[in-house]
């Protein structure tokens, strides 16, 4: 398939946490605001509480051949993941375990949160760890909410203050769109592996 530089960047955005009670749907709904005004991307929203994979890794469950088309088409990933228990969630990690090639050779940003001071920053440092096994290239900035709960205004409302996490999103995002298309352009003119 052949890609124009002007061809917007198709993103997987994999929401990471399918905890009941997660606070992982309104940084989601916020990200998607931050991502809608672009044009230059098309965003796909995979949120691992709609995919649970089976936990034996079984590459041809139903629930992982379903995933595959839509992982593989992306350009790029961005993951919004909680931090639990200094690490990123079970499920997260069940579903980068189920891939391989999906991965492969494209860009990764992360956008997390926690309870605590860290914000996601040691789950996000795991899952460098991680995708650099599928050689990926991991974004340098981030954008984090740490002790979330703070984040949110008297009346609800996510985040208090848009303003400076927008600020984080757009450079966060300006990266994965120069890696992405780097990337995909290497990528028509010789396969990756190849």
């Known amino acids: 398939m052949t890609v124009t530089a002007a061809e917007p960047l198709r993103v997987t955005v994999l929401i990471g946490s399918a905890r009941e009670g997660r606070l992982a749907p309104d940084v989601a709904r916020w990200f998607a605001q931050q991502t809608d005004v672009r044009e230059d991307l098309v965003v796909d929203t995979v949120d691992l509480a709609e995919h649970v994979l089976p936990a034996s890794l ?20 961005v993951v919004i993941v909680p ?55 991991g974004m340098k900035d981030t954008v984090t909410f740490p002790q979330i709960n703070e984040h949110y205004d008297v009346d609800g409302r996510f985040p208090a203050d848009p303003a400076g996490a927008a600020s984080a999103a757009k450079l966060m ?8 298309r780097a990337l995909r352009d290497a990528k028509s003119l010789r396969p990756y592996g190849s």
Request: glycine share 8%; with cysteine; net charge negative.
């Open 83 to 137: 931090e639990y228990n200094r690490s990123l969630p079970g499920p997260l990690k069940t579903l980068i375990d189920s891939f391989n090639a999906e991965w492969q050779a494209k860009p990764v940003a992360f956008v997390s949160y926690g309870l605590g001071m860290a914000g996601g920053v040691r789950a996000v440092e795991h899952l460098r760890q991680i995708f650099a096994e599928f050689h990926c290239v």
């Open 173 to 180: 995002l300006d990266q994965l769109v120069w890696w992405g």
């Open 58 to 77: 079984v590459p041809h469950a139903p629930e992982t051949v379903a995933l595959r088309p839509r992982l593989a088409a992306a350009d790029a990933f």
